[in-house]
């Protein structure tokens, strides 16, 4: 998603034209540092019971992809990353999608 910008063709012409944004109307949560020190003294199993299924599968699949597939060798065991970073990072993830739609809700409602 860019930002819109005007442009003009070699008739004169005025076009739309889309650019990259440059990230400067993202919203990002002012209790992201709050949060990201509560999951990491959150236990494990406390996530999951935060988390839905599509979630849950999420958090394995991104463990998987960048963890031989889930099937490290016996060689590679020190290079995986445990599976509760990306528990702690899909819970990110909602926590931002969160305070985003609360920020639109509230853009709409022009209050909050």
Same mark, same amino acid.
């Given at each position: 998603? &860019?930002?819109? $910008?005007?442009?003009? @063709? @070699? =008739?004169?012409?005025? *076009? @739309? *034209? +889309? ?11 002012? +209790?992201?540092? /709050? #949060?990201?020190? $509560? ?15 599509? =979630?849950?599968? $999420?958090? %394995? ?6 963890? #031989?597939? &889930? %099937?490290? $060798? ?9 599976? !509760? @970073? ?9 926590? =931002? !999608? =969160?305070?985003? /739609? %609360? *920020? ?9």
């Amino acid at each position: 998603m &860019g930002s819109h $910008l005007e442009a003009t @063709d @070699d =008739q004169g012409n005025n *076009q @739309d *034209q +889309f650019s990259i944004s440059n990230g400067s109307s993202h919203c990002h949560s002012p +209790f992201t540092a /709050e #949060f990201s020190e $509560l999951l990491s003294i959150m236990s494990t199993k406390t996530m999951l019971s935060l988390m839905s299924t599509q =979630q849950k599968h $999420l958090a %394995k699949a991104l463990w998987e992809a960048e963890n #031989f597939g &889930g %099937k490290p $060798l016996p060689g590679q065991m020190k290079e995986v990353y445990p599976k !509760r @970073d990306y528990y702690e990072l899909v819970l990110m993830m909602e926590h =931002q !999608r =969160q305070w985003e /739609e %609360k *920020q639109r809700y509230c853009k709409a409602a022009k209050s909050c």
